[in-house]
Structures are given as C-alpha cells and as structure tokens.
C-alpha cells in the first residue's frame, strides 16, 4: 500500500513504503536545470577567492557566516517548527556534514599556498571517486558505467590542470592536504543526500551552514587569521562569494542532490573547474590554456556516462 507523507516544505504526496534510492529515474527535470545554475554558481569560488584579499580561512569562514546571516530571518519566520521537529538522527547528521564542510574548506585553501594550485585542484576534485567507493562501502553497486564515467571525467580535470607534484616536503603536505578536502567533500555530499530525504534545504543548510562558520571561526582563532580590518572591495568581493557560491552554488546542490544523487551531483560539480578558467579570463584576463576545450569534452563525457547509468538505475 502506498504511504501518505508529508514533506518538510508543507507537500502532501504519496509515495510506496520502499522508495527508490535518488536518480535521474525520479528527478524532475527542473533539477537538472539548478543542478546547472549551481556548477556555474560555484565556478566564480576560485575568481572570487584570487581576487580577495583576505586570509584563506577567514574567506572561508565569512561566506559560511554571512550565509547564515541571510538564512537566519527566513528560518526564523518559515521554518522555525520544522527545526523542533527534526529527528535526533538528520540533526546529528547535518551537523557531521557541516563539520565536513569545514574539513574540505580547512584543508583545500590552505594546500593552495603550499603546493601547485594545478596539483592542489586536481586531487581535491577526486571527490566523485571517493563518493563511489563510500556508496560501495555502504553497499551500493554502482553501475560500471559509473565507475568509468567518474574517472574519465576526472581525468578531464587533469588534462585541465596538470599534475605538477614535487618531492618536496611542503608540497607534497599540499598535496595531501588536497586529497583530504576532496575525500572530505565526497563525505559532505553523501551525508547530504541523506538528510535531505526528510529534511528541507533551508533547515538543513542553516544548519550545515551554521556547524561550518563555528567550526571555522575557532579554527581562525587559534591559527591568528585576521577576520577584520578589510577595505570596501573586500568585504563587497566577500559578500558576492556568498551570494553565488555559497547561497547559490552549494544551497542548489543540497536541494538537487536528494533527487540526482550523489554520484550524478559530485561528477557535475567537476565542470567548476573549467567553469572557474572561463571566468578567470573574461574577468580577470586569465587566458585559459588550449586544454580547456579538450578537458571540458572528456568531462562531459565522462558525467554522459554516469547520467546514462543513472537513468537506466
């Protein structure tokens, strides 16, 4: 017998007791058009993280507190009851994910100072990867086509970016760095996608929002990163991070990743990359190299191959 539900925006639907797992199967097709809104969103992080002048960790933290600031009166006057009704499970788990949130920010931005910002890219966007084994380790099978498509898509950021390590010792600490943001964003996703399936994405990026700017907050209070004392065009480049990467980029694909899943989500989410060259050159005159067209190709072929296996899920 079919289930009546009520979902967390106020939608009575009815829906089988045993509901399909995420996927293209069940997504409405507007999802793939926010899914699209939030990949070019989140392709102005880097532009915007080049051009201010801040330290690394305070950006991070501002966008997520800023973030907060401008949930907080929607959350207050809309979504106040749902808050006291979250379970004890999703409420634990959103507050892991934003903990994550805050592991891939704490460790990605540093390694950008510490090693090639073309080596610290391409292992931090080995997330996909990552989201796929962690599904398999919780006894998901994804499609073979799956695999496939996570790792020619990959190898499209690294046609893009390069692989430039060195034996160096501080490098090659950059290097892991990067790798444990990208593991840690796998984490993020997939915790994500699991809250959402009864949770709203309002309360459960305010909440994952809120875990992230605390945690970040303590983080530049021991390390001495200055959160002040900015000019004008700072705090404006802060303020526009938010508004795009942070409130549109991610807030889209928490709301998209419950009805996409998590492996279609985290494989699109490597189009920032030639995403963020493209901006690069037309607002900060970055030309990209000559691979960026290829790269772009092989990444889209590689997220055509795990759509299709999506579909056919």
């Given amino acids: 017998m079919p289930a ?17 797992p995420p996927g293209l199967h069940t997504a409405p097709r507007i999802d793939l058009i926010l899914l699209g809104v939030a990949v070019a969103s989140v392709s102005f992080s880097a532009p915007l993280i080049a ?8 950006i991070a933290f501002w966008r997520n507190a800023m973030a907060v600031g401008v949930l907080s009166p929607v959350v207050l006057l809309k979504h106040r009851a749902e808050l006291r009704r979250i379970a004890r499970r999703p409420l634990l788990l959103a507050v892991a994910a934003g903990a994550l949130l805050a592991l891939h920010f ?24 990552w989201t796929t084994i962690l599904l398999r380790m ?15 898509a990959v190898v499209g950021v690294v046609i893009l970016t390069g692989v430039d390590m060195t034996l160096s010792p501080r490098a090659l600490a950059g290097d892991a760095l ?22 709203s994405t309002t309360a459960y990026t305010y909440i994952c929002y809120s875990t992230t700017a605390l945690i970040l ?53 490597l189009l ?5 060259a493209l901006i690069a050159a037309l607002w900060l005159g970055q030309q990209p190299p000559m691979a960026a ?15 299709r296996a999506s579909r056919s899920a």
Wanted: glycine fraction near 10%; charged fraction near 10%; hydrophobic fraction near 50%.
């Fill in 178 to 199: 990067a790798l444990g943001g990208g593991i840690a964003a796998a984490g993020y996703v997939l915790l994500g996608a699991e809250v959402r399936r009864t949770v």
């Fill in 106 to 129: 704490g460790l990605w931005l540093p390694s950008l100072r510490m090693t090639s910002v073309a080596s610290s890219t391409a292992l931090c966007t080995t997330t996909p990867i």
């Fill in 138 to 152: 919780r006894g998901h099978r994804p499609p073979r086509m799956v695999w496939a498509g996570t790792v020619l």
């Fill in 217 to 269: 907050l303590a983080t530049c209070l021991v390390s001495g990163a200055e959160l002040g004392g900015y000019d004008a065009t700072t705090w404006l480049q802060l303020a526009a991070l938010t508004a795009a990467a942070q409130l549109l980029g991610h807030s889209l694909l928490n709301r998209v990743v419950s009805t996409l899943g998590p492996s279609v989500t985290s494989t699109a989410i």
């Fill in 4 to 20: 009546t539900a009520r979902r967390p925006d106020g939608i009575t639907a009815t829906a089988p007791t045993g509901p399909p």
């Fill in 51 to 58: 051009a201010t002048a801040a330290p690394a960790l305070a």
């Fill in 272 to 276: 920032e990359t030639p995403g963020a």
């Fill in 293 to 307: 067209y290829p790269a772009l190709v092989v990444i889209l072929a590689g997220l055509a191959l795990v759509v």
